[in-house]
């Protein structure tokens, strides 16, 4: 089983600042990592996919990087909407499991 | 419009079945991976599994094999996932998502709205 670990567990940011999360995997996964964005009480939403691609309406301070074992999401300039948890999951195709990490919460500061 | 509906919200005794559905509109269900992901009460998401309804085409994560069945009508559109012999444990919510043919099976780009299920006594 792929294990993907998120770092931070919860980040504390101001509105404005720049969020950098991080997303590492424990064999490569090449560029086949998503990142979701998760406010309570609702689902998932899909950020990023192939690593680095955003996906369709999601606004450009939202980045993706990294391939291999290391990601990153990077939030350029944080709006009050953007504070919510975030969740990377690979989808290698072998072994057939797409697992998620555990999350960061994206906190007021 | 393009959105997944799941069935609704579900209270269970232990050791009943359960089948959660999921119906699919606005899209080409047939070529399009549907899984299934839980999330128990506060805490994160777990992949559980994935089929491809044109020609039904399963992978189910180790964690959840044997545990759970997932199944697909391509004629309404709707994909199932069902629980056997539910425990407290089960309880949590469930989403089924699109994954794009496109992307994967991979990342998932719509979601249903989840269904809750609660197993008590």
């Known amino acids: 089983e792929i294990v993907m670990t998120q770092s931070p567990a919860s980040l504390s940011v101001s509105p404005g600042e720049r969020a950098t999360l991080s997303c590492r995997a424990s064999q490569s996964v090449r560029s086949n990592l998503a990142w979701y964005q998760q406010k309570p009480g609702q689902a998932p939403r899909l950020l990023i996919y192939g690593a680095s691609t955003r996906a369709t309406d999601v606004p450009t301070r939202f980045s993706g990087s990294g391939s291999g074992t290391e990601f990153t999401l990077t939030i350029s300039s944080l709006q009050s909407d953007d504070f919510a948890v975030y969740y990377c999951?690979?989808?290698?195709?072998?072994?057939?499991?797409?697992?998620f990490g555990q999350g960061t919460k994206l906190e007021i500061k | 419009e393009v959105q997944l509906v799941q069935s609704g919200a579900e209270v269970k005794k232990p050791g009943e079945s359960l089948v959660i559905s999921c119906l699919g509109s606005g899209y080409s269900f047939k070529t399009n991976w549907i899984g299934w992901v839980r999330q128990m009460p506060g805490k994160g998401l777990e992949w559980m599994g994935i089929i491809y309804p044109s020609d039904t085409e399963t992978r189910y994560s180790p964690s959840f094999k044997g545990q759970v069945t997932i199944s697909v009508d391509k004629s309404l559109s709707t994909a199932y996932l069902q629980l056997n012999s539910l425990k407290a444990s089960d309880s949590a919510m469930y989403f089924c998502a699109r994954s794009p043919i496109t992307m994967g099976p991979g990342a998932f780009d719509l979601w249903g709205q989840g269904t809750m299920v609660t197993v008590s006594s």
């Open positions: 999951q690979q989808y290698i195709d072998w072994p057939p499991e797409f697992t």
